[in-house]
């Protein structure tokens, strides 16, 4: 079992910034990726980045390309998700997510909502 934890989230003005972090404990060893989802009200759950663990290689989609950066401290077992130039359209709540080597993400913590006002 992994259990994953989110803070961070907020109320911000577009064009801000904010930095989410996920704390992960329990049986961590073998996270193969971490990732950051969002949610919007009415809308499927989607992908926004993730990372490799050991590679440290990162992936995002295409609408966050050159506004967020996902990192990690191995040692803290932390996952951030640094996010800047906001827009009202990444309103959402942002969950962290665990790759145990599956390509799936089977454990997720709570969420943590994110609000860009215009």
């Known amino acids: 079992q992994v259990q994953l934890v989110e803070s961070g989230g907020g109320l911000v003005q577009a064009g801000g910034s904010l930095r989410l972090s996920c704390a992960a404990s329990?049986?961590?060893?073998?996270?193969?990726?971490m990732g950051w989802f969002r949610q919007a009200p009415g809308r499927e759950r989607e992908f926004v980045a993730r990372i490799i663990w050991s590679a440290g290689i990162t992936d995002y989609t295409d609408s966050v390309k050159g506004r967020f950066t996902i990192s990690k401290d191995n040692a803290k077992k932390m996952v951030y998700l640094q996010m800047s130039s906001l827009k009202p359209e990444d309103t959402a709540v942002y969950y962290c997510g665990a790759d145990l080597g599956d390509g799936k993400y089977r454990y997720w913590g709570q969420g943590t909502q994110v609000t860009v006002s215009s």
């Open positions: 329990g049986r961590t060893t073998r996270t193969y990726a």
